[in-house]
């Protein structure tokens, strides 16, 4: 049994703190385009769920989730069984509703796919081969590796991403991208990330293997790390988030009730709320993801944050005109 436990933060691929995750034995799972979500047994003994940052409650949920979990909806009431069962570990996976990707099947929506399994009692996340029996006896749903790799060159990442079509609908395409899990390795500060890829981002982030772009860069250090890192995946990935979150606000949870056009009504009617927390968040992950990565990209530059966030704000309107 254990209180609430944030799940580790996926690093990307390329980044020092997982630059050698592809030497030795890397599982490639496929990456979901959900919200994060967790299920553990609390120290009252009780079964908790939470999201990426919180425990989740009855007046504090998020994307429903808490509600399907204390549903009596079969897998949920299979789902509490299981993690009873073994009160030592935590449960994460990603709830699948809709964000920025919509082409997954009908049938895999608002279903809790099984990513990783903590161990609180050892502190370890469990291997993939060490949890798939338990949660197959349960009849769970679970992400498996597409692939499993001995030193995997970027060649092979790069067709493991453009593979991915996990539970995606014939035809519509492949998913958001892919984590690199390496069960026996940690990093050079005694952690274990992950790594992940995301499709839309590749090239750029793997710039160093696949070569530099032949272009004059902007005058300013701020307009270069924010023509780097915001991104049109990144800036449709927090839209997608403030979206529900806005809508979550209004007490509108039910997202397979509602057709594209009418998420663009809302989204226009709710531009006033929609728009300041777009350009903040995705200001935030710049700041908190990217920066150290740009510090050392050139070389401890001088940054003014707020020509910065100038910067940021001008390519996120780049990047979702249809909004501004």
């Known amino acids: 049994m254990s209180d609430f436990r944030r799940y580790d933060h996926l690093e990307r691929h390329g980044r020092a703190e997982v630059h050698d995750i592809t030497v030795g034995k890397v599982y490639v799972f496929p990456k979901l385009d959900g919200t994060n979500a967790s299920v553990w047994v609390g120290n009252d003994g009780k079964i908790q769920c939470g999201s990426r940052n919180r425990t989740l409650s009855e007046g504090a949920d998020n994307a429903g989730f808490h509600a399907w979990v ?3 909806d079969p897998v949920a009431k299979t789902l509490r069984m299981a993690v009873k069962a ?37 502190k370890h996340y469990q291997s993939f081969n060490t949890y798939k029996t338990f949660l197959a006896t349960y009849g769970l749903d679970f992400i498996p590796p597409m692939s499993i790799i001995e030193n995997p060159s970027i060649e092979q990442l790069d067709a493991a ?32 990330p992950w790594a992940k890829i995301v499709r839309n981002e590749f090239k750029e982030i793997n710039a160093k293997e696949f070569g530099p772009h032949e272009k004059k860069g902007p005058d300013h250090v701020e307009a270069q790390i924010a ?7 990144l800036v449709d990935k927090v839209r997608a988030k403030v979206l529900l979150s806005v809508a979550e606000s ?23 709320k929609i ?32 020509t910065l966030q100038s910067f940021v704000t001008y390519n996120i309107k780049q990047h979702a005109e249809d909004l501004f």
């Open 70 to 72: 204390n549903s009596d």
């Open 86 to 122: 073994v009160p030592h570990l935590t449960l994460y996976g990603e709830w699948l509703v809709p964000h920025s990707l919509k082409t997954y099947r009908s049938e895999s929506w608002r279903r809790f796919w099984i990513f990783d399994v903590y161990d609180n009692s050892l």
């Open 161 to 192: 991403v453009a593979l991915n079509t996990f539970q995606i609908k014939d035809g519509e395409g492949v998913g958001e991208g892919i984590v690199l899990k390496n069960y026996n390795w940690k990093n050079k500060f005694g952690r274990q």
């Open 227 to 233: 023509e780097r890192y915001v991104t049109k995946a």
């Open 250 to 272: 209004f007490g509108r949870v039910d997202e397979t009730g509602y057709t594209d056009d009418d998420w663009f009504e809302f989204e226009q009617k709710n531009k006033g």
């Open 275 to 306: 728009i300041p927390e777009l350009l903040h968040r995705v200001f935030y992950d710049v700041v908190k993801e990217d920066l150290w990565d740009a510090v050392k990209r050139h070389k401890n530059p001088t940054i003014n944050f707020k």
